[in-house]
């Protein structure tokens, strides 16, 4: 039996934590906006469990009455910013020693909950060469559990196809909203186009990028024959502790890179080792970066 993609105590401790963005969308409110708490129209949606520099105002003191627990009452407010995933699901993430791809459904798993318990709206869209079929969820963790059975579904397959997969989102998402893009970033051809497109059109990226630890430091010595996972192109050649430092150093500099591009169109960066629990990367590297506060 497959392990779950997130266990019960982490979930728990995902609660202290918000999606975070720094644009300002006009007539939007983000999900966790703390002036949902009070006022009158607003529609009761949840509970969550309270956590210390919460609303005291938005307790349900009668549950904490028989409960003895404090839990906060949520409350939808509209119309809020969106919050979409685009997914890597190409076969270039089935490579390395620990898997990309399994790695990347746990992390999107962790980050949907943390949206659907504030009240977000979710979007998890797959891609590849092209954009996949959808999930969308809204209201509160009753939904978290039909965006898991999604995510377990999904299965690795095709190449990777930036430009074309922006082109079809700004087509079919042409609401601005939160934009976390999932992936490895290899692509035959340049990402920074297709990704400097996303940010032209208003969305503000949050760019989380997954590597094994083979595809930064290759540990293989003498003359090699590589085949590429999406096209099954074949190289030969020979790799050496020289030219293992050279490679390590282009890898870094394609990742300064892409940090460049998330933090010159005011957007966030975070790069995650599959070596690195998907735990502590929630919350240590991407609160850290700024994804999650």
Known sequence: ???????????????????????SLPGLVGGHNTSRFAGAGQEFLDHRHFHHGDDLRAVNWRVYLRLEKLFLKMFQLEPRIPVRMLLDTSKSMTSGSKSKFDYARKLAAALCYVGLV????????????KLHDAFTASGGRHR???????????????????????????????????????????????????????????????????WADEDRQPPWDGELELEDAETGDRVELAFDADARERYTAGFD???DHLERVALRNGGRYAGLSTSLPVEQAVFSSLVNSGVLQ
Request: aromatic share 10%.
């Open 1 to 23: 039996m497959a392990d779950p993609l997130i266990d019960t105590r982490t979930l728990e401790k995902l609660e202290r934590l918000t999606i975070h963005w720094q644009k």
């Open 118 to 129: 504030r009240l977000d709206a979710i979007c998890l869209q797959p891609f590849s060469s």
């Open 144 to 210: 978290f559990q039909p965006a898991v059975n999604f995510l377990s579904a999904l299965q690795p397959n095709g190449k990777t196809d930036f430009l074309n997969c922006a082109r079809r989102f700004i087509s079919e998402y042409p609401q601005r909203g939160l934009l976390l893009v999932i992936s490895d970033f290899l692509d035959e051809n340049d990402c920074e186009r297709p990704l400097q497109y996303l940010a032209d059109f208003g969305h503000e990226l949050m760019l989380v990028q997954i």
């Open 253 to 255: 500099e394609f990742c």
